[in-house]
């Protein structure tokens, strides 16, 4: 599986970005999708997740209300539109697979993971 991140960059508090994620290798399309960044010296973390359709999405409270998950499956993509970002946005980001038990969603790969794309944010 190639899993390749981009759209990161240095941006002001308050400011947006939109994140891309390319999959190959997988049926995209079955696959339930998560938004995963890893802050500067703390561990990687599942922010935001979405269904193999795109139906139905999860967001870690942090994010809430500022980030918005989606994909396109015709183009095996996924998106992280970033709003009103702060500085604790800064982190390496990452996307993989994710998997939801009952209501609680819970991080998981397809066995690699891409480079991610590093998002830095000044106040």
């Known amino acids: 599986v190639h899993l390749v991140e981009s759209g990161g960059g240095l941006v002001q508090a308050g400011g947006s970005l939109r994140l891309s994620c390319e999959v190959s290798?997988?049926?995209?399309?079955?696959?339930?999708m998560g938004w995963y960044r890893r802050p500067p010296g703390k561990q990687r973390e599942l922010v935001s997740t979405?269904?193999?359709?795109?139906?139905?999405?999860w967001y870690a409270d942090s994010v809430k209300g500022r980030f918005t998950i989606s994909r396109d499956n015709s183009k095996d993509t996924m998106y992280l539109q970033m709003n009103n970002l702060k500085p604790d946005d800064t982190a390496v980001y990452y996307c993989?697979?994710?998997?939801?038990?009952?209501?609680?969603?819970?991080?998981?790969?397809?066995?690699?993971w891409g480079q991610g794309t590093q998002v830095n944010v000044s106040s």
């Open positions: 290798g997988v049926t995209f399309s079955v696959n339930a």
């Open positions: 993989n697979t994710a998997f939801t038990y009952g209501l609680t969603w819970y991080p998981a790969s397809f066995g690699s």
């Open positions: 979405i269904t193999s359709t795109g139906d139905s999405t």
